[in-house]
Each structure stands twice: as C-alpha cells, then as structure tokens.
C-alpha cells in the first residue's frame, strides 16, 4: 500500500525557528487544498531543549504525530537532533541536516563528548542525507536567523512543493521588514537541490 | 472558511460563537493560549486572574450574573480551583459555564500527569473531549447548551496534544445570546447545609439525567469495521486509533462523563474482543468492568505518559520500530535550559556557591535545579516554596534557616506565596525568601501579571507593589537587589541569613526575552589569561563554550546577549569587553 499521507518531521532545538518552518509547510499544503495536521511545541521544552514538530498532509489525516519509521524527510536544524529522530524516518525517506552544532547541557557541562562522527554514522545509515550549511547561507543573505528558510527551500525542492505558495506563505508569516532576506533565503536553499 | 488552528484556538472560536462573553484563567502549559486567543475578539471581557481558584470564582460570579462564561486552566490548576468547583457543581449555573482543563500526559510542561477525569466523575459534572480542532470548536458550543439545559458547570477535557495541533478548522456564524436576567435565589446559590442538602439531591437526578442524554447525544458514536476487535476511546487516541488500527470497530466517546452504559453493553455485545484505549487513568475501563462487562485496558496499554500510533501497533500489532539503527543511546539528552542573560542563572549559582539548602517553586526558574547549575533541594507545586521552607525551619531549627532559602518567581509569589508569607510572619519563622521578579510570567510564554501592572490586552491597570505588599504583611527586612550583580545579591543574602526574623530579598531584572534593550556589551575571552578551569562554563549559558582541544573557553557570539554574568565569575579575569 503507497502512502496516502506525506510526513514532515521537524526537529531542532528550542529557539532556532521550528515552529515557523512548520507553519510555512502547513500553509502551503492548506493552499494545495491537502487536509492538515500539524504537531507544536511550545512550553517548557522551547527553553532549548530538544524540540519536535511534524506535518502531515493528504487527502484525510488522522493523527497529529507522525508514525515511528513512517516520515518521508527529516528536517533537521542542528546535527544531534537529526540522530535523536532518526527512527521516525521511513527506510526509503530522505534526511536534511543543517550543518550546525548546538551543545547541550551534559556536554558543556562536560559531563559527556558531542559525538563528532554523528552525521558519518547518519549518513552510513540514511543514504539520502544532506548535509546543509544554511547558517552560513542564510548569513550570505542578510541574516544567520533565515536558517530556517533556507532549509525551508530545500525541503521545497525535494518535495516538490510549489513555489509560489511557497512564497506566499512566507510573506504572511515573517516579519515585514524580514520577508526580502527570507524570500532570498527560500530561493538560495531551493537552489542547492536544483544544482 | 476553513483554516488550520491549534485546539486552543479553536476553543476559544467556539465561545466566541456561542455568546460568551467572559473568560477568565491563570496561564499554563498548555492551556495558555485558549483565553489569551478570545480576549483578541471584540466586546468580550477577558482577565488573567492571578491564580485558577480565582479564575473560577470570577468565571462562577459571571455565571450566575447571566453571561456565557469560559474559564481555563492547566491540569493542575483544577487542583487549586478544587474548592469552588465541587460546591458550583451544587449551585449549578445561570449563564454557561464552561471549565476547560488541559492535561498533560508525558509531562511535556508539568510536574504531574494527573488525569482530570476524575473530577468530572467526583464533581458530578460532564465532561467532554474533542479529538481535533474541529471538535474543540463544536464541543464548546456544545458544552455551553448543556450546561444550560442541565444546570452544570461542564468540563471540556483536553489534553496537549489537542491543545497544541494544528486541525482544520470550519468556523461557524457568532450566535447572539441575550445575557440572562438576573434575580436572587439563596436556595440555589446560598450553599448553607440546609440548601446544599437539598442542592445535592438536584446533583444526583442530574446526572441520571445526563447519563440518560449520554445514551442518545450525537457526541458519542460507533463506526463499525471488522467486529474482532472492539475498541471504546476518546480524544486524541481516538486519531492514534484510526491511524494504526484502520480496520476496527470503534465507539467513539465525545462525552467521557457520564457513560453511556447501554451503548457500551450493546456495543460490547457486538465485539469479539472489547479493548479501551484511554491515556493515563483506567477510568473508562473500570466502570465498564464494574457492571461486569468483559473489556481489557491497562494490562495492555500503560497507565504512564502519552500514547502514538506507533505505541497503539505495538502492543496490538507486535510490530516495533524502537532503536531501530540503535543511534538513540549514544545520543546525549538536551534538557531546556535558562536562556543567554537570563536574570535566574547568577541566583542559582550564588546560591550554589554559598551551600544554601534551596526550596523552590515552578516557573523558568525551576530550570536552575538541572546540572551543572544543581541549585534547588525541592520544588512541588505552584507557591509551595515558602511553606516548605517555613517547614523545614519549624522541623529542624532556625539554624538550619540559616542556611536555607526560598526561591519563588514573582508571578508564582502572586499566585500563591502571599498566605504562606503571612505564615511565615505569624507563627515567628526566620526564613528568607528570594523572590525573583523578572516583570512577566516567563515559563508560559511571557503573560502579564498584577505586579507587571498591566492587563492581558496590555492595557495599563495599578501595578502591586511587591516591597510595600510584602512590608504591609509585618516583613521588615526587605532588599530589592540586580540579580546580575552578583556582589550585590551575595551581600543581601548574609546578611538577611545572618537574621533571626523573616527576610525578603526581591531580585529584580526583566526576563532576557522581554528586555527593551540588549546590553550592546561584547565580551571576548582572553586566551592568554584563560586556565581552563571551566568554572564559566559552570554556568550552564549557551553563550559561552568550552574548546576540548585548545583547552580554553570561548564565546559563543550567536549566543552571547553581553549580560556580563561570565566575567564576574572569572577568578583569572580572563573575560574581558570586547572594544568596538
Ligand atoms: C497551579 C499551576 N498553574 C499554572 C502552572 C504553570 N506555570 C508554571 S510556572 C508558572 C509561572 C511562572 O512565572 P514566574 O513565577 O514569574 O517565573 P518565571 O517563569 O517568569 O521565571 C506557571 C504559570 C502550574 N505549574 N501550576
């Protein structure tokens, strides 16, 4: 049985703009006329900790969260966050990971090692992982905090996600003064697949 | 129009079109959003009352004075509006009252998972719960016309993960209700034991008459599939549900309070295998089990945390996907944490430092118990600081004040460290409370409190004055302290130590998040000077880090917010200004 539902699951850490990211895709799959289920975190866990958010859209959608072993991509914005998720992706399913590496607390308090090697490991696993540099984009664009949508325009292009309502859904949702470096964004991440 | 809304959201909606005209809460994860989303609509009153028990009691006055009512609160905060709500559940209403109670399974934001159906079964009242956005809406419309029609206060039980998906919504037209006369009624509203007497006969035809409504009402409903399996549910399982077992047959309840007992038997007559999935609680299963009807539940869906789809296959289905490239027990956790510059995090390392037994309380706060900060001893419930320092002290001796403080955030303090203070003053304790004033209610996403001095919809209003309130309570030792001067704050908190009388120190600095300007200040770390003692990075702050290699700290600039906390506890002075 193919599935009937496509699963976005969103994971990074609290603060770095998870929840905006989901809200673009929803937006856009509510254009596309698609039943919508979104999953957020706000609270506690926004305080920096490990944060989750998923999409799901298709023709009826049932639950908020994704299955275990059933998302079609995993966003990830920083590189632990991808591992810690992993298991929710489909075996076939694809991996993008922001090149970006947030210590938690039982590293800095240096009470553990950052595993160094987590996006080799990931990458043996996942075969359709990329890996993305879009702090350092997002900078070329104006500003490191359109991280987001620069991921954003990758997870577009793999998608297939159309691009004007892409863009519509970027100028409703970002700050006025920010929507030139944001659409900049979206376009820079969309290019990295394209090429 | 249909458009996607969180389950708050949308509950608020659903007042809103049924006429309500008055909400009231106390924030709380994950309920926060409901009442802050209606006082955005026009000619409504909404507060943020300063804990739930008054939420209630105002929400109770605005009832019985006619209006259609909306009064929401954190699981937790059912426990402290307990009181009013047992004995409105005798009064029953005028206008409808509708008590919405977020739960939270997992503990995604709390300090417990308590599952509030059990009050609506103890109160006697009903209790609904929507599975999406869709439902909240209608669910709450509905709630008001029942609380009408039966005289009830009704609870809308949801839980977060209602509260914080996104649904599409169908939103519907507001409906005009004429607010209800008023006219005195001591027998009903004067709960004397002569008239609640008479009031608790009323609560027990009522609910026989709802359990009758309970039977035919279009909030419960079966959806036939394959009969081998049976499963009753409600809420947000009942999606999980859906999703991992498409084939079954399910009861879907809309109304967990009353049960529709006859519906439940004919339905398990039908069924091969009779299965409730409800989160936490078995308090749908047990009542099945008591009229003797054969049903399983938690010997095979745990009474802990929250449910998924995958857990639902699991247990039924045997299929597992746990661990699957065995990453996950490499990876090390990410607790939250208190943010860059955020005013908390100079407390709990000073209050380290000096080897202070700490009673704590619950707010961002609560955050500085986690290592490698590791500054507090106990933390229960909202306000339960004070008291327990107040008890410490009476068991073990003012010596042990001493060494000891109370540390309790300034909404926190509001809502419920004020009579604990009185306690503290009127039986003769020495404590000293820290109270940590950073102008907001930050752990709920930054609401305004009567110490803030301004309303929900920001409006200004007379702000409480912390230092003559807590001076007017027979406090006389009061300092109000910057939180980011650690030298000033260690000082206070000798010296107040070192008396035998009860002491409040108020920390005083607004949260990192609201501050209307940044510092502007860079700090570099000079390598030369740097030991690598790590004793900054013992402040847990994501704006300084330590390089394993180089063997020295550095900053971390994205980070950084210039609160100048990390030089003051340099021993080497190795953090130093950054000249521009
Ligand atoms: C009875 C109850 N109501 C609400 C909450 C949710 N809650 C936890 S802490 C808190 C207040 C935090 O504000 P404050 O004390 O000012 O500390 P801050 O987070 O600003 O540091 C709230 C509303 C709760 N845990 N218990």
Redo the contacts between chains.
């Keep these: 049985m193919s599935k009937q539902v496509t699963d976005i699951l969103i994971v990074g850490?609290?603060?770095q703009g998870t929840l905006l990211t989901s809200r673009i895709l929803?937006?856009v799959a509510?254009q596309m006329g698609y039943?919508?289920?979104?999953?957020?975190?706000?609270?506690?866990?926004?305080?920096?900790?490990?944060v989750v958010t998923q999409v799901r859209y298709g023709k009826k959608?049932?639950?908020?969260?994704i299955?275990?072993?059933d998302a079609d991509i995993l966003l990830a914005f920083e590189k632990?966050?991808a591992?810690?998720w992993?298991?929710y992706l489909k075996p076939d399913g694809m991996v993008i990971i922001n090149d970006e590496r947030?210590?938690?607390?039982?590293?800095?308090?240096?009470?553990?090692?950052?595993?160094e090697d987590?996006v080799d490991?990931?990458q043996k696993?996942i075969p359709n992982t990329r890996l993305i540099n879009a702090t350092e984009i997002a900078g070329q664009c104006g500003n490191?905090r359109a991280a987001n949508v620069v991921l954003v325009g990758v997870l577009a292009a793999v998608a297939g996600l159309p691009v004007k309502e892409m863009e519509n859904a970027i100028r409703s949702l970002v700050p006025e003064k920010a929507i030139d470096i944001n659409l900049k964004a979206f376009e820079e991440g969309m290019k990295i697949i394209a090429n | 129009m249909k458009?996607?809304m969180?389950g708050n959201e949308a509950i608020a909606r659903g007042a809103y079109e049924a006429g309500a005209t008055v909400a009231t809460a106390y924030p709380g994860?994950?309920s926060?959003?409901i009442v802050s989303s209606f006082a955005k609509f026009d000619d409504v009153y909404a507060e943020w009352s300063p804990n739930e028990k008054v939420a209630l009691e105002v929400g109770i006055g605005a009832s019985i004075g006619g209006a259609r009512t909306l009064v929401a609160m954190k699981h937790v905060g059912v426990n402290v509006a307990a009181d009013p709500l047992y004995t409105f559940a005798y009064t029953g209403v005028n206008g409808g009252l509708v008590l919405v109670s977020a739960d939270d399974p997992g503990m995604?934001?709390s300090q417990n998972e308590q599952d509030n159906r059990g009050y609506g079964k103890f109160a006697k009242i009903p209790v609904l719960e929507p599975s999406?956005s869709q439902e909240a809406l209608e669910f709450c419309k509905k709630g008001f016309e029942l609380s009408e029609e039966f005289d009830t206060p009704v609870m809308m039980r949801i839980t977060t993960?209602l509260a914080?998906?996104?649904?599409?919504v169908e939103t519907g037209e507001k409906q005009e209700y004429e607010i209800k006369g008023y006219k005195k009624n001591a027998p009903k509203y004067v709960m004397l034991p002569a008239n609640a007497r008479a009031r608790h006969v009323e609560v027990e035809k009522r609910i026989l008459k709802l359990k009758e409504y309970a039977e035919s009402s279009e909030l419960n409903r079966i959806e036939w599939g394959d009969t081998s399996i049976g499963v009753i549910t409600s809420g947000?399982p009942y999606?999980?549900v859906?999703?991992?077992l498409p084939e079954v047959s399910i009861l879907k309840l809309g109304m967990v309070n009353p049960l529709p007992e006859n519906m439940i038997k004919e339905f398990s007559h039908k069924v091969e295998r009779l299965i409730v999935i409800e989160e936490l609680e078995p308090v749908i299963e047990e009542q099945i089990k008591s009229w003797g009807v054969k049903v399983e539940g938690k010997e095979l869906f745990s009474l802990l945390g929250e449910y998924?789809?995958?857990l639902i296959?699991e247990v039924l289905k045997g299929i597992s996907?746990?661990?699957?490239?065995g990453?996950?027990k490499?990876?090390?956790?990410?607790?939250?944490?208190?943010?860059p510059g955020c005013p908390h995090r100079g407390v709990f390392y000073t209050l380290r430092k000096m080897r202070l037994m700490v009673a704590g309380d619950i707010g961002?706060y609560t955050?500085g118990a986690?290592?490698?900060l590791d500054g507090m001893d106990t933390t229960i419930c909202m306000g339960a600081s004070i008291g327990t320092a107040m008890g410490m002290e009476k068991a073990r001796g003012e010596e042990f004040a001493e060494k000891m403080v109370a540390v309790i955030g300034d909404s926190t303090f509001v809502h419920s460290g004020i009579t604990p203070l009185i306690d503290i003053v009127y039986n003769q304790g020495t404590s000293t409370v820290l109270i940590l004033d950073n102008d907001t209610t930050a752990?709920?996403?930054h609401q305004e409190h009567p110490a803030t001095g301004k309303t929900i919809t920001s409006q200004p209003t007379r702000k409480l004055d912390l230092v003559e309130l807590v001076k007017s309570i027979g406090i006389e030792n009061v300092q109000v302290v910057d939180p980011l001067k650690l030298d000033e704050l260690q000082n206070a908190l000798k010296e107040e130590l070192g008396k035998r009388e009860p002491s409040v120190i108020i920390a005083k600095r607004p949260c990192a998040l609201i501050a209307s300007k940044p510092s502007g200040v860079r700090y570099y770390v000079d390598p030369e000077l740097c030991t690598g003692c790590?004793l900054c990075?013992?402040i847990?702050c994501?704006g300084i880090?330590?390089l394993?290699e180089e063997k020295i700290a550095v900053m971390n600039d994205?980070n950084c917010v210039g609160c100048g906390l990390c030089p003051q506890i340099c021993k080497f002075d190795a953090i130093k200004v950054l000249e521009v």
């Excluded at chain 1, 039943?35 to 490990?50: I, P, T, Y």
């Excluded at chain 2, 914080?164 to 599409?168: A, D, K, W, Y």
């Excluded at chain 2, 996907?321 to 490239?325: F, P």
């Excluded at chain 2, 490499?330 to 943010?339: D, F, Q, W, Y």
Aim: net charge neutral.
């Design positions: 850490v609290g603060g929803a937006d509510v039943d919508v289920k979104v999953s957020e975190v706000h609270g506690m866990a926004q305080r920096g900790g490990s959608v049932y639950s908020p969260i299955k275990k072993g632990l966050e591992a810690r992993l298991d947030v210590d938690p607390l039982p590293v800095m308090s240096g009470k553990v090692k950052y595993p987590i490991k990931i696993l490191t | 458009r996607l969180i994860t994950p926060t959003e995604h934001s999406d993960r914080h998906s996104q649904t599409m947000v999606q999980y859906k999703e991992a998924s789809p995958e296959e996907n746990e661990d699957r490239y990453l996950v490499e990876i090390p956790g990410r607790p939250p944490l208190l943010c961002c955050l986690l290592s490698p752990m709920t996403g790590k990075i013992r847990g994501t880090n330590f394993d994205n």
